[in-house]
């Protein structure tokens, strides 16, 4: 099988345990639909491995290399980025160039930890939050000592 991109010969390269179709010359990886399905156990947002449905398409350059037809070029939302795919609609191939991986990679990696750098308290921000609290506890021990004064002014406690 030939690389859709530059039609030289493909290799098989592992990734995250599964071998997978690499171009040694332009560095991009063909997922056959297999490949997709064992890379997903690993990684949950892969492309079309949740059957995703493209909204936004692009042009694709190649074709696919097992069926030869053009391939469907779309930008599929993962993690926080956008990955350029082209997929084949015969097959089910996905091409997917090295920096895309590589970005999904980094993602992955990165899964369960806030990437947003993380805002330092204010003293005023802490303030705040101390006096809201107490506010807070304030209003409900005036609520109970206005319902237990009504409660012994009903009764009869002061007569």
Not at 32 to 50: G, H, I, T
Not at 79 to 106: F, I, S
């Amino acid at each position: 099988m030939n690389c859709p991109q530059c039609e030289q010969p493909l290799g098989e390269r592992p990734l995250l345990e599964t071998p997978v179709a690499f171009c040694d010359v332009c560095k991009g990886w063909w997922f056959e639909p297999q490949d997709v399905k064992a890379l997903s156990r690993y990684w949950k947002d892969f492309p079309d491995a949740s059957g995703f449905t493209p909204k936004k398409s692009r042009e694709a350059l190649s074709s696919c290399p097992r069926c030869g037809i053009p391939l469907l070029g779309y930008y599929h939302p993962a993690y926080n980025t956008v990955v350029k795919v082209e997929k084949c609609k015969r097959c089910g191939g996905a091409w997917l160039d090295d920096n895309e991986v590589r970005r999904l990679t980094v993602y992955r990696e990165n899964t369960g930890r806030d990437r947003r750098p993380v805002k330092a308290e204010t003293p005023a921000a802490r303030y705040l939050k101390k006096t809201a609290t107490f506010a807070i506890v304030a209003a409900a021990a005036i609520i109970l000592m206005v319902t237990l004064f009504i409660y012994l002014v009903k009764s009869g406690a002061f007569n």
